[in-house]
Structures are given as structure tokens and as C-alpha cells.
Nanobody, 124 residues
Framework: QVQLVESGGGLVQAGGSLRLSCAAS???????????MGWYRQPPGKQRELVAA???????NYAEAVEGRFTISRDNAKNTVLLQMNSLKPEDTGVYYC???????????????WGQGTQVTVSS
């Protein structure tokens, strides 16, 4: 499994932008590689929900609520995923959690890791 460290959260006015970063560290190799990374968020008093995901091949998925406003990207060589958030709305407020799925070819096993979360607050 890997350790994930998020950064870039903070307080921003509605309509503003933030960029979240998530860096993976630990045992990562060609036989123990990260197949996907992404972001979930948990608004206050609500369930955690998927925001965006990106696979190692570059394909992406976005929650309908953020489509067209958020962009996820990944640097596979650096094992880092970015989430560019534009046109932020108050309903985007929540704790954002980075995740990574790691596949070990030797054991044929998938592992999922989570970051500790970073707070994003959008004020009106």
C-alpha cells in the first residue's frame, strides 16, 4: 500500500478556483503499480461521494455535479494526481479525500489507499 498526502485545500469565494494535489509514496514499481487515482469528497452532514477518477491509461470520470468545472490529471511518473477546480460553488464545500488503487502483479491483488483529507470551503 501507499501513503497519500493531499495539499491545496483552503477557503475561496464562490466563482474562484483551487488546485488540489495528491502525492503517493511507498512501494511503487512496475509490478506494484498504481492503476487509478482520484478524489472523493464529503460535504458537511452528507455521504462521501466520488468527484473524479483517472486511470493509468488516462481515461477519466467525473461526477455530474462537477462536470465542466473540475479537471483531473495525473503524472504517472511522479505518482501524483491533480484536481483543478474552477467556478467553485458553496455546495462544493467539504473534505476532499484522495485515493489510489494499487495492483500487485506478483500477488494479483488490488489495494486501496486513502489520504487523510483536505478541507475545501467555498463561501458565498
Amino acid at each position: 500500500q501507499v501513503q497519500l498526502v493531499e495539499s491545496g485545500g483552503g477557503l475561496v469565494q464562490a466563482g474562484g478556483s483551487l488546485r488540489l494535489s495528491c502525492a503517493a509514496s511507498g512501494t511503487i514499481s512496475s509490478i506494484n503499480s498504481i492503476s487509478a487515482m482520484g478524489w472523493y469528497r464529503q460535504p458537511p452532514g452528507k455521504q462521501r461521494e466520488l468527484v473524479a477518477a483517472i486511470r493509468s491509461g488516462g481515461s477519466t470520470n467525473y461526477a455530474e455535479a462537477v462536470e465542466g468545472r473540475f479537471t483531473i490529471s495525473r503524472d504517472n511518473a511522479k505518482n501524483t494526481v491533480l484536481l483543478q477546480m474552477n467556478s467553485l460553488k458553496p455546495e462544493d464545500t467539504g473534505v476532499y479525500y484522495c485515493y489510489a488503487v494499487q495492483y500487485n502483479q506478483v500477488t494479483d491483488t488490488n489495494y486501496q489507499s486513502w489520504g487523510q483529507g483536505t478541507q475545501v470551503t467555498v463561501s458565498s
